[in-house]
């Protein structure tokens, strides 16, 4: 079974543009979640999606935005881009249970903002 | 607020000495606690979750509602298991969102 992919690996952008990161989930898993890793905080949580809908939101401005479409891909837009924002950017799915289900995580996107 | 506490960030042991990560957290209601590993070069992976109250590859974890903690213990460290290790919560109510330790560095000496 093809495990999470996500693309591009890496990317580099300018201050005040946008990005849109692209995961692809484990064929049959509908959740999708996407985390921000830093240096300085951590892993945290951005939001999960299920059947094309959000169903949980952790605590980032409203420039974090995500979809998810009916073949369970899912995207991530970043508006404004802030120099904050690099990180590296992981996606995870799981079965329907979603945050309770084992996480299945891609190799993620490395995001530098410049 | 929620958080997850490990308050190791390096821990270095030697192969065949015992191994405790430690994981702390603040959380008042029932919560599920994980603990993710991540191997060199490889993704972070389910290592167990205290709700199974399995052993994986010789580690176990114990739910401590009393004193919020989560320790991951090892008998006897192989060098196969170093690696980056993080203590995850998911709090079962509103706020439902995996909050993730800071994580600890293993590092199994010959």
Not at chain 1, 2 to 19: M, S, W
């Amino acid at each position: 079974k093809a495990g999470v992919t996500q693309t591009p690996r890496y990317l580099i952008k300018t201050r005040g543009q946008q990005v849109t990161l692209s995961c692809s989930p484990i064929s049959g898993h509908r959740s999708v979640s996407w985390y921000q890793q830093t240096p300085g905080q951590g892993l945290q949580f951005l939001f999960e999606y299920f059947s094309e809908t959000q169903r949980n939101k952790g605590n980032f401005p409203g420039r974090f935005s995500g979809r998810q479409f009916s073949n369970s891909r899912s995207e991530m837009n970043v508006s404004t881009l802030e120099l904050g924002d690099s990180a590296l950017y992981l996606c995870a799915s799981s079965l329907g249970g979603g945050l309770r289900d084992e996480q299945y995580f891609g190799p993620g996107t490395r995001l530098t903002v410049t | 607020a929620q958080r997850v506490t490990q308050p190791e960030k390096l821990l270095s042991v030697f192969k065949g000495a015992p191994v405790e990560l430690k994981c702390n957290y603040s959380y008042s209601g029932s919560p599920e606690l994980f603990w993710y590993v991540q191997y060199s070069r490889q993704r972070l992976q389910l290592l167990l979750r205290h709700i199974s109250r399995e052993s994986i590859k010789g580690f176990t974890a114990d739910l401590n509602k009393g004193e919020t903690s989560f320790h991951l213990k090892k008998p006897f460290a192989q060098e196969e298991d170093s690696a980056m290790y993080y203590c995850a919560l998911l709090p079962m109510d509103s706020n439902y969102q995996l909050i993730w330790g800071a994580g600890t560095k293993l590092i199994i000496k010959p």
